[in-house]
């Protein structure tokens, strides 16, 4: 049974989930205790258990937060462009670890892997990881959609299937880049993937974007 909380509870509630995903990526899950949880953000670990019952739900819920900041910024910067090509080009951008300092990406790449080992063994956090999953290659089928019906794109394979190919190559790239492989450097990873992602969709290869040269 769900608690009503009291006014500003939102705000707070937000403010323990940041802590938490900021704790849990220096730390790592294993690692991670509401009273470091508590300490970040500078309440009781009474009132974190208040909010969230246990730890469990809170994890699950920091976790799920972290990855919602990525897709909202990600939705920002593709409202902004116009071409389907330079959204894909951005998309592969904002997925490379440490290719844009700015954005935090190893930040958010290491709760993804937390998420994902965590899921193994936590059923409530498996579903999860799907849902984000599912999300994840929806964003890149739409951007192959949309790219179609704007002639950008010439007709193929379903969007949703290209969908999972193309993410499932991100996310593989992405672990040998936070592993430090010597033979995938952020830059070398982004170039790979533009290049597969264009041969996949069936268009021709324009120039890295400006910016972000090898």
Known sequence: MSRTRPKGSKD???????????????????????????????????????????????????????NDQFYLRLS?????????????DRLIELSVPGLLPEYERLDEWALWIEIW???L?????????????????????????EGREAGEFPPGVDPDDLGQQIGAMIDGLAIQVLM????????????????????LIGFALEPAPAGVSS
């Open 117 to 119: 080992v965590r899921a």
């Open 76 to 88: 920002r910067e593709l409202r902004r462009i116009t071409s389907a090509r330079e959204q894909l």
């Open 180 to 199: 430090n492989d010597t033979a995938f450097t952020p830059l070398r990873m982004r170039d790979v993937c533009r290049d597969v992602a264009a041969k």
């Open 12 to 66: 707070r509630h937000q403010e323990i989930l940041e802590a938490a995903a900021r704790v849990i990526t220096d730390r790592g899950l294993a690692e991670t205790r509401i009273s470091d949880i508590a300490e970040r953000c500078g309440v009781s670990p009474g009132l974190i258990l208040y909010y969230f019952e246990s730890k469990d739900r809170l994890l699950v819920e920091a976790l799920t937060y972290a």
């Open 121 to 145: 063994r936590d059923p409530a956090l498996a579903k999860e990881r799907e849902a984000l999953d599912r999300r994840w290659r929806q964003s890149i089928a739409d951007i192959i959609r």
